[in-house]
């Protein structure tokens, strides 16, 4: 079947080199690449994915991340392995 659809969208350029450095790694064009969504939808009649809102321990976790809370620094990983055993 002859490709003759166009699809637009806007994305935010970082995310679109980036993403498209990752495509090029895997061997796909950005156009392979959304057709096998495309093809993963149609397939699966959703998503092909689990969306998800996280939920409150996932977003406490988060937020300690980001701001840095809680967080325990090692001097190797010998040191860090000597904690968790």
């Known amino acids: ?3 003759t659809a166009t699809i637009r969208a806007r994305v935010q350029p970082d995310l679109k080199h980036r993403v498209e450095r990752l495509f090029a790694q895997l061997g796909l064009s950005t156009t392979e ?4 969504f495309y ?3 149609d397939l699966q009649q959703g998503l092909p994915f689990a969306v998800r809102l996280p939920n409150a321990e996932t977003v406490e976790a988060l937020q ?15 040191a860090m392995r000597t904690e968790f055993g």
């Open 39 to 41: 093809r993963q939808v």
């Open 33 to 36: 690449a959304i057709t096998l």
């Open 1 to 3: 079947m002859a490709k």
């Open 64 to 78: 300690q991340a980001e701001s840095g809370e809680g967080l325990t620094n090692w001097d190797n990983l010998e």
